[in-house]
């Protein structure tokens, strides 16, 4: 399930990504992605768990840095809240529940040439939080990484402005469910309810191999030119697989993450991500522990995929998803 792919010259593409290191702030994009990544996980942020105190103050950092980049809030400080029920013991299904109030953050670009579609990117903030013991986790390249990764998007559209309007959201309350990214699929803002595209970034950070993989090209066969083309641009390993359909949610990863609920809503999508690895969901998913190198490649990488969706997203929303075949009984 693994491709790579040819070189597929973009001559367009190819002068907004020499200019686009962000916002002219004098730091370049790796470093502020890094930046990101290690302020995100830091242990101050206490893992942030949905509704904890970590979990408000990442929140905040993340508005304070949209505001830096010059992304449009589409709801109130660009906060779009909602709340659901969680168990107190997750392991005992007739625990106690309460009531958690989660935050997804959403802003937009406005695009040169908006037409019937809007592209939205996302990643999610939250984490796990801290265990009994008072270990905490980090949720570095869970998903930190992805986070972080938003940001750089976010800073190249406002530099080199898109030409459809973007959607930029960071879900909460991934964990544990999708909530945020279903929340957000069934209450979309008005005015941007037709979405042509979905970028999902979870867990970009860590790879002893250098693979990144590009999730959702065989439900949406439009997006492998998209993928070729990054691919044959990219100082990483850009591949494909892990979303044919299997009885084994290990070797299909259509529904495990935020992109799902967009996908079962009929909206094609693209997952960037790596594989399991030692410190996935472990308090040792921190800062040091990441891959930098590999890291500030996959951020370029997802920068790329971004611009290359927004100049095709009328073909991406106007092609057919391909439909399993009937299992037969």
């Known amino acids: 399930m693994q491709h790579h792919y040819r070189l597929l010259s973009l001559a367009f593409l190819a002068l907004a990504l020499a200019s686009c290191s962000g916002p ?16 995100l996980a830091a242990d101050d942020m206490q893992g942030r768990l949905v509704g904890s105190e970590g979990n408000a103050r990442a929140r905040a950092y993340l508005i304070d840095r949209l505001g830096e980049i010059g992304v449009t809030p589409v709801f109130e400080n660009y906060e779009q809240r909602f709340t659901f029920q969680r168990s107190l013991d997750f392991r005992d299904p007739d625990a ?74 960071a879900f909460d309350a991934e964990e544990g469910g999708l909530r945020g990214a279903r929340h957000f699929v069934e209450n979309r803002p008005e005015g941007y309810e037709s979405i042509g595209f979905m970028l999902n970034m979870d867990m970009l950070a860590y790879s002893e191999t250098d693979d990144l993989y590009a999730v959702g090209t065989w439900h949406y066969p439009v997006l492998l030119e998209l993928v070729s083309a990054a691919a044959g641009e990219s100082s990483i390993n850009l591949r494909t697989g892990y979303d044919e359909p299997s009885d084994d949610p290990r070797n299909d990863w259509t529904m495990l993450s935020d992109h799902g609920p967009f996908h079962a809503a009929g909206i094609a999508f ?33 920068v790329d995929v971004a611009l290359r969706a927004d100049a095709m997203l009328d073909a991406i929303a106007a092609a057919p998803s391909r439909q399993p075949e009937p299992v037969e009984k």
């Open 24 to 39: 002219d702030t004098g730091v370049s994009r790796e470093t502020q992605a890094l930046t990101d990544l290690r302020v």
């Open 96 to 169: 106690p529940r309460e009531t958690v109030e989660a935050v997804n953050l959403v802003g937009r670009i406005a695009g040169t040439r908006p037409g019937e579609h809007v592209m939205v990117i996302g990643a999610h903030y939250d984490h796990v939080g801290v265990d009994e013991d008072g270990n905490v986790f980090n949720g570095a390249d869970d998903n930190a990484s992805g986070t972080a990764g938003l940001l750089a998007i976010a800073a190249a559209f406002m530099e080199n402005p898109p030409v459809n309007d973007v959607i930029i959201v």
């Open 270 to 302: 693209l997952y960037l991500g790596v594989e399991d690895h030692e410190h996935y969901h472990q308090p040792s998913d921190t800062y040091e522990n990441m891959t930098l190198s590999f890291y500030a490649g996959a951020v370029d990488t997802a």
